[in-house]
């Protein structure tokens, strides 16, 4: 029997990329659920190639098209509205990655990222499926409570309100799945990089800049401090490995999804600037964020352990960006 999957948050950066990967998978009917009213050709933000803002295009043809798939416009934070979708669809396994961002309104993050996750899992109860929630890497705090490398059974110490209501989804899912009435997982997905992500990420920004500076638009960077150390794993490496967290048996809740690699900003930037195939810009130092963290080191074993590895390197995930970009501006 062919299972059925449904991905929420299916127009997103990281739903985009997890819905082609499901689809060339095969063996499967794919169900992707947004707020949109219809399958866009464009991701849901905004970016600015060259200074002009425009909504990011989708790359390397990431509308999927053919008789595996199908979009569904559903508001997650209405109870019956969810409880509908899973009569009608009855999903096997239910990749929840709809939310919203850090910065946007507590009451969106409260709605969007608890309520939400809330009717799913009354809506999934006794009916035997996965379900498997995006949540973030940033729930463990400055050093995860427990010190680094930071690890699944570490402790949590949100240092915001997006991680704070990332944490209480989680919450919600380990408790619906401890009384047996889902089969609950949970991916904590770290610093993702790639083709068409937002500006509000180091990679994107960085690249938004540099075509500004190509054009003529800008005659220096801007940006924060550069000496801080992250994980940055790959958008396609994180759909590679939201697959396996879901169709695995292994019964763990909990993973970190990431490289497992730390890698300093500076380089970040350096990359891109290689890429971009220019000389190093002036660049003007703009003071950190309060909620900056110093360094993460991440402990990738138990997403090993399902046959998973990272198969995009750095330079390749950056050097995809730059050219992104630059491809944008060439058209334009």
């Known amino acids: 029997m062919t299972p059925t999957i449904l991905v929420t948050g299916a127009q997103g950066f990281i739903g985009r990329y997890l819905v082609r990967a499901l689809c ?14 219809g399958n ?4 849901t933000h905004t970016i600015h190639p060259g200074g002009d ?8 043809c990431l509308v999927p098209e053919g008789p595996n798939y199908a979009y569904v416009a559903t508001d997650l934070s209405d109870a ?7 009569e009608e669809r009855a999903p096997d396994i239910v990749f929840h990655l709809a939310g919203s961002l850090r910065n946007e309104p507590f009451d969106r993050l409260v709605t969007n990222n608890i309520v939400a996750t809330r ?14 929630l995006g949540s973030s890497g940033s729930i463990y705090g400055e050093l995860g409570g427990g010190g680094l490398p930071l690890v699944e059974t570490g402790a949590t110490e ?13 919450d919600i899912v380990r408790i619906a799945s401890r009384a047996g009435r889902i089969d609950g997982r949970v991916a904590r997905v770290f610093n993702v990089v790639g083709p068409g992500q937002e500006e509000r990420h180091i990679a994107g920004r960085i690249a938004s800049q540099l075509t500004e500076l190509m054009v003529g638009r800008r005659n220096a960077m801007a940006l924060g401090p550069l000496t801080a150390w992250r994980d940055l794993i790959d958008v396609r490496d994180v759909a590679d490995a939201l697959v396996a967290i879901g169709f695995t048996a292994s019964g763990d809740v909990f993973y970190n999804v990431a490289s497992g690699r730390e890698t300093q900003i500076a380089a970040v930037y350096d990359l891109l600037i290689a890429a971009a195939g220019i000389g190093n810009p002036p660049l003007i130092q703009l003071p950190g964020r309060a909620v900056d963290m110093a360094r993460q080191v991440v402990d990738v074993g138990r997403l090993r352990a399902l046959g998973w590895e990272p198969r995009v ?13 630059l ?5 334009a």
Request: charged share 20%; net charge neutral.
């Open 53 to 60: 803002e425009c909504a990011a295009p989708l790359p390397n």
């Open 40 to 43: 866009e050709t464009h991701f």
């Open 158 to 170: 949100p240092i915001d309100l997006y991680a704070a209501t990332k944490r209480t989804s989680e």
């Open 119 to 132: 009717h799913l899992c009354d809506a999934l109860a006794g009916r035997g499926a996965v379900i498997v």
């Open 313 to 325: 390197g750095l330079r390749q995930s950056l050097g995809d960006v730059m050219h992104y970009y």
């Open 80 to 86: 019956a509205a969810t409880a509908r979708l899973i």
């Open 24 to 37: 060339d998978r095969g063996n499967c009917q794919v169900v992707g659920v947004g707020r949109s009213p």
């Open 327 to 331: 491809d944008l501006i060439a058209k």
